[in-house]
């Protein structure tokens, strides 16, 4: 008999250690359905940046690497002799006065 009388309080106790179980679970389940995340404002800055860096090099990846027209264009006045002339080098001359921070007073 005194087992048995052992054996209740044993029972009961076993019952509230799996209605907790049950209650973690539930309470589990609830949390994960309603976690979410957010960004930070750094990270949605950086998330922005790299967008905009991947579609930079979606542009560049567009534009030949070397611009035929423009090589063309400087390979027919090499061989004209254009920046050999009088012409260009008064031009140069003044770019460079201009850049330096002097002006040509003879033009």
């Keep these: 008999m005194r087992i048995n009388s052992l054996s209740q309080p044993l029972s009961a106790e076993f019952r509230k250690v799996e209605s907790a179980r049950k209650n973690e679970k539930t309470s589990a389940t609830q ?21 905009q860096i991947e579609s930079i090099n979606t542009s560049l990846a567009a534009i030949p690497e070397i611009r035929e027209d423009k090589v063309e264009e400087v390979r027919e006045k090499i061989e004209s002799g254009y920046y ?4 260009f080098i008064d031009k140069l001359a003044d770019k460079m006065l201009n850049d330096l921070g002097m002006t040509n007073t003879d033009t």
């Design 84 to 87: 050999n002339s009088k012409e």
């Design 31 to 51: 949390k994960i359905s309603g976690d979410r995340s957010e960004l930070s404002a750094k990270g949605q800055r950086l998330n922005e940046t790299k967008a």
